[in-house]
């Protein structure tokens, strides 16, 4: 009998093999102490595998799977737990806890159409005369009171902010205000608000602004605002209109009554029984204070003394304060307020959420700095054509674009020759639109919107392509818009197989210019990105807008010529077949990649 018992055990071991647990940044060392070997073997293996690495070298998951399968262990991938993902948590409420919470509101529009003003005039009106001097200590959110009810407004730096923020998972905002001059009517930047705003989901009130001016002309608005998808009530859409005299104090009234219908019909509702969770508005290093913060709170009661999680960072609630500079002992949903006691400083969106054990925040902000450095390392999230023409078919395949043109005329035949693009199974949205240069602005929407940036006759600047790359989004640029539609039609019907890429090296800024006779005008150029090279393609940029595309002629450095000149240096530029080149203009410079 005695001799089966060490088969059973034997039998026992086999079908029970051991597992390696895979995460992101698994070192040689932590797989060496998961299977209990010598981290010198492990290393030998990795060499006998061809892999050179030290015990800090992180492993992939096909290194570590071969590691595995080499002392015959199985690997699998970590398991997720609410711990780790502490932002993904949803605790059931009970109905008869909930209550209504006041609505989030964001003002944004036009420079100068009075979107501060009218922000100034709201913060003013809820500050009796007592509380003056606490005016001056405004964290970026206040609460006003209209009809025994509150609203909290937040002070946004900007619209892009707004999206970095959103693109972070942080849906801050319920309400939208968006403020436009009734003589100006819609601007570039009121444009890229409707952007923003629709690409946030969230509801949209118009407040049209300056109302006692010369050249008011309300109706244009709401003509133009419909153009933009934004049909007011009062021509049968479903978006409210508010006539306002932002300097004057007046309109304000309705437009905050306004706000609270809106918010009603939403039915906000928040449980401050249970333990606060919300995000960031705004972080910042006090040099008295160290790092500090302003929450939203979504949901829960936040008190002084909570442990709390926040983005990759931790902390405990050493003081509160509320909008007028009081310190108070606890916050409720739909409350900002500033905190002190973070052990670092967090990002603006980042998810904010209080526990009871120190240690479990300790060990969640651990937990998502490992994550945090593995998506940064990580291939991007974004969408190019390629990855759309790559995707499974069956389900509906949905392409957002954000386009950008020299001259209005060339989006509107865009969008309508897009609408004539008939693909089954696959749909094409326009989150966003405006003449001019690719921005910031639209990295951080088409980041936000996962969508392909599609330019005609403009430049992008080196800045704003660096950013592009970092975020993972594409950018292409055609001259015409034949080509553009040929691509995103042949993306569609998967069919898409470019042959050759245009890739941009370089960029350089057009000093000072020579008229040379037999040679034409020489361009004096310092090469501010990249490099430039011998018979690339060049395009001309002036003012945002390509103006001319050809090759490069000729190229020096001094009186030499040379194959190609680094950033930081000067040379002298010609363009083949053309010589109106201007100082201040910058020469972009690209080549033809196979792919």
Known sequence: MSKHVPNKKNQNKKSAPKEITFKPGLTVADFAEQAKKPVGDVIKKLMFLKVMANKNQVLDRDNAELLAMEYNMELKDEVVTDVTRFDEMDEEDKPEDLVSRPPVVTIMGHVDHGKTTLLDTIRHSRVVSTEAGGITQHIGAYQVEKNDKKITFIDTPGHAAFTEMRARGARITDIVILVVAADDGVMPQTREAVDHAKASKCDIIVAVNKMDVPGANPDRVKQQLADLGLLSEEWGGDIPFVHIL??????????????????????????????????????????????????????????????????????????????????????????????????????????????????????????????????????????????FFNQATGDTKKMNLIIKADVQGSIEAFRGSIGKIDVEGAEIEIVGSGVGAVTDGDILLA??????????????????????????VEIRTYRVIYEAL???EAAMKGMLDPVFEEQVIGEAQVRET?????????????????????????????????????????????????????QGFECGITIENYNDIKEGDIIEVSTMKEV
């Open 246 to 387: 932002a300097l004057k104090n007046e309109g304000i009234d309705e437009l905050l009554e306004t706000i609270q219908v809106v918010a009603e019909l939403q039915e906000l509702k928040a449980n401050p029984k249970r333990l606060a969770s919300g995000s960031v508005i705004e972080a910042r290093l006090d040099k008295g204070r160290g790092p500090v913060a302003t929450i939203l709170v979504d949901n829960g009661t936040l008190r002084v003394q909570d442990f709390f999680a926040v983005g990759s960072t931790y902390g405990k609630v050493r003081a509160m304060n509320n909008d007028l500079g009081k310190q108070i002992k606890e916050a409720y949903p739909g409350q900002a307020v500033e905190i002190i006691g973070l052990d670092d400083v967090p990002q603006a969106g980042d998810p904010f959420k209080v526990f009871e054990d120190e240690k479990v925040v300790k060990d969640i902000a651990s937990e998502r700095q490992d994550r945090a450095f593995n998506k940064e390392h990580s291939q991007k999230e974004t969408m190019s054509l390629e990855d």
């Open 447 to 472: 980041e936000a919107s996962n969508a392909i940036i599609i330019g005609f006759g403009v430049g992008v600047p080196g800045s704003v392509r660096a950013l592009g790359k970092e975020k993972g």
């Open 486 to 488: 040929d691509d995103i």
């Open 514 to 566: 020579y008229s040379v006779s037999k040679v034409g005008t020489i361009a004096g150029c310092m090469v501010t990105n990249g490099i430039v090279k011998r018979n690339a393609i060049a395009k001309i940029v002036r003012n945002g807008k390509i103006i001319f595309e050809g090759k490069i002629g000729s190229l020096k450095r001094f009186k030499d010529d040379v194959k190609e000149v680094r």
